[in-house]
Structures are given as structure tokens and as C-alpha cells.
């Protein structure tokens, strides 16, 4: 069974910077879509930024744009969600899933997406 994992999570200040990473075993990630999610305590589960089969287009959420990048490796088999100008709401446990659908539509919804990350934690202090 493939899986997906997730690290680069950590203990960040207020203004500061993070590049998480999403590591691909038994999957050839070229082969989807890929996202990022994230979960805050007592919040649901919320879209982060997502990113196509190639890397050509990406989109993101308004409360991480102009602050956060996703990115893909292929060849690495591994996909990117650099942050920059981490503020404490950003704190939640961030989640790489995958989505297999066939569109080259990217979607933000997390239950289209096939494959999880067991979640790296990111804190943001004040």
C-alpha cells in the first residue's frame, strides 16, 4: 500500500517561515493532483492549496495567498507547501492528500481526495 508523509512541521514566531514536505512510497505522484489541508483544535478540516498533475497550476486559499507556494517534484516523487509570513491562526496540522480523479479540474473539496498524510503539526506563536 502506498502511503504518503508528511514533515518540515515545527514551532515557528509570529512573521516566520516553514516549508513543509509530502513524501511519496508506493505512489507515483505525477499520477495526481495533489493538496494540502489543514485542521485547527475544535475546527473542521480546511483547504489549504492544491496543485495539478504537472505543477502548472495551482490554486490556494484567500488566507494563505501571497504567503504560502505549493510545489511538486516529480521526479522526487515529493510535493512542497512553502509558508512565509506564518501568523498564529495558521496553527493547525497540515495534510498532503492526493486525488486520482481523472479532471484536470483542481478541487478544494478534501472528500475528493483519495489518499492522506498522517498530518505534521504546525504552531505559530504570538
Known amino acids: 500500500q502506498g502511503q504518503l508523509v508528511e514533515s518540515g512541521g515545527g514551532l515557528v514566531q509570529a512573521g516566520g517561515s516553514l516549508r513543509l514536505s509530502c513524501a511519496a512510497s508506493g505512489r507515483t505522484i505525477s499520477s495526481y493532483k495533489m493538496g494540502w489541508f489543514r485542521q485547527a483544535p475544535g475546527k473542521e478540516r480546511e483547504f489549504v492549496a492544491a496543485i495539478s498533475r504537472s505543477g502548472g497550476s495551482a490554486r490556494y486559499a484567500d488566507s494563505v495567498k501571497d504567503r504560502f507556494t505549493i510545489s511538486r517534484d516529480n521526479a522526487k516523487n515529493t510535493m512542497y507547501l512553502q509558508m512565509n509570513g506564518l501568523k498564529p491562526e495558521d496553527t493547525a496540522v497540515y495534510y498532503c492528500?492526493?486525488?486520482?480523479?481523472?479532471?484536470?479540474?483542481?478541487?478544494?473539496?478534501?472528500?475528493?481526495?483519495?489518499?492522506w498524510g498522517q498530518g505534521t503539526q504546525v504552531t505559530v506563536s504570538s
Open positions: 492528500a492526493a486525488d486520482s480523479s481523472g479532471s484536470s479540474y483542481i478541487y478544494t473539496l478534501g472528500s475528493t481526495y483519495d489518499y
